[in-house]
């Protein structure tokens, strides 16, 4: 794996990515290039994935298995605080986050002294919108949470997150492998560990490639396992990760 340059580190878990990853990829050096290193975290990938990823010159953790994002990017934020990382950024590799959006999260969190960093769709920029019950969940969700996190939250299943130093200690030690363990899950272990998170307004593009997840029986499944995912959140103990002194 080859050295690392910058102090903000782009993690983009994949998972059977190889249609559209070199496109992707292309598009994020050439963005975030000057100021960012690029790492590709294949999930146990079966096809193409982690050799398009090397050939364009980025990082790849090749995990042997799938562990689903939240173990992907487990593994991405154990790399980061072993290399001295400042910032990390999870960025989909199917194209649908825009890595110009990046300047405005690190100039977010400078801002606002935050720890984490939301890339939030329903803030106010962008067309991207949700209807029927998964609006409602979401909703709910962010209502919930925002009182968690002690800030007003529109968008708490993003998986467009920037995390800083402290946030990387936490999550490279807790972070959640289970189904909206790496947005609904993560931000209520932040809060209970005293991180600062606050929101800033993205805008969400159509994926690259693939099929989107926006069926009436996949609404509804995705409202169960919400709440299911926040009920275990709420309801898990808190362990004794230190990040005072990160």
Known sequence: MSQSHHNVLVIMPAWNEAAVIAGVLQEVTGSVGAFADVLVVSDGSTDATAQIARGAGVMVLDLPI??????????????????????????????????AEIQSLLECARRESADVVIGARFAGKGEYAVHGPRQWAMKMLSFILSHVCGTRLTDTTSGFKLANRRAIELFSYEY???????TVEALVVAARHGLRVRQQPVAMRARAGGEPSHSPLKAARFLVRAFLALGVA????????????S
């Not at 709420?234 to 002194?245: A, F």
């Open 66 to 99: 799938n562990l689903g994002v939240g173990g992907a990017m487990r593994a991405g934020y154990l790399y980061a605080r072993r290399m001295g990382y400042e910032y990390t950024v999870q960025l989909d590799a199917d194209g649908q986050h825009d890595p």
């Open 176 to 182: 959640p492998a289970e189904y909206l363990g790496d």
């Open 234 to 245: 709420l309801t898990r103990p808190k362990t004794s990760v230190d990040v005072t002194q």
